[in-house]
């Protein structure tokens, strides 16, 4: 008989960043641009596959150097036969790496899963605790991987900041820090609060598909005109 899930520790309260203080027009603009992403994708999700707060994490810890669609394609089979703490700690980490040797830096990947699920059994009654601290604590969970799994589960707006978010911030100018973490802090001031929750996906997703490294859709994008990149691009 498979194991009893645990359910998800209680969701603490979150209190929303302090805001920077804009002119009107450029509050004005924000506003505009994730009013068109929330036009566009109301609810927009990360592209990993998950079906509760241990596999999110496995999952986003998994992603960090590798694609999306990689650690897909290694979950899906993986999840299949170890989808607790208790079954991906059974397998050990000769029995993970099988599963995700396709993926960049695998055999670190494997000993911090199987680190991470030995703690939650032993330390957490085989739940993941959902607090930045207790997360950050988990053998391979950084601040970004912990970012990603405390905003997509709802329970702390977040934005973690990858290449395609650092990238999307500076070309908008809703961000000209030097450092993820810099970038991070002034999106959390400048983004209007109702789409806190949202925006780490929009702006991934938009930085992954339309605003893309070398040449960016500048033609299909729905905020070109808000763009002060744009002339960069595609002139005046």
Aim: aromatic content about 6%; glycine content about 6%; charged content about 25%.
């Amino acid at each position: 008989m498979p194991a009893a899930k645990a359910k998800p520790a209680r969701k603490p309260a979150v209190r929303a960043p302090a805001k920077k203080r804009l002119n009107p027009a450029e509050k004005a603009r924000i506003e505009e641009i994730f009013e068109r992403f929330a036009a566009a994708e109301d609810e927009p999700k990360t592209e990993l596959q998950y079906h509760d707060p241990f596999t999110l994490v496995v999952a986003v810890a998994l992603s960090a150097q590798a694609t999306d669609k990689s650690v897909n394609k290694a979950t899906e089979r993986l999840f299949r036969n170890a989808d607790t703490p208790a079954r991906m700690a059974a397998l050990g980490v000769e029995g993970l790496e099988p599963y995700i040797r396709t993926i960049g830096l695998y055999r670190t990947k494997a000993k911090n899963v199987i680190a991470l699920s030995n703690i939650l059994l032993n330390q957490y009654g085989g739940q993941v605790p959902l607090n930045r601290e207790a997360l950050q604590g988990l053998p391979g969970v950084g601040r970004k991987t912990a970012s990603v799994v405390l905003n997509e589960l709802g329970v702390e707006p977040a934005i973690a900041v990858d290449t395609h978010v650092f990238r999307v911030a500076h070309r908008l100018k809703l961000a000209m820090g030097s450092t993820p973490d810099k970038v991070e802090q002034q999106l959390m001031q400048v983004i209007p609060e109702p789409y806190l929750t949202r925006a780490h996906h929009w702006l991934i997703l938009h930085g992954r598909y339309v605003c893309v490294a070398r040449k960016p859709k500048c033609i299909e994008c729905r905020v070109a005109d808000l763009c002060p990149s744009r002339s960069l691009f595609m002139g005046a």
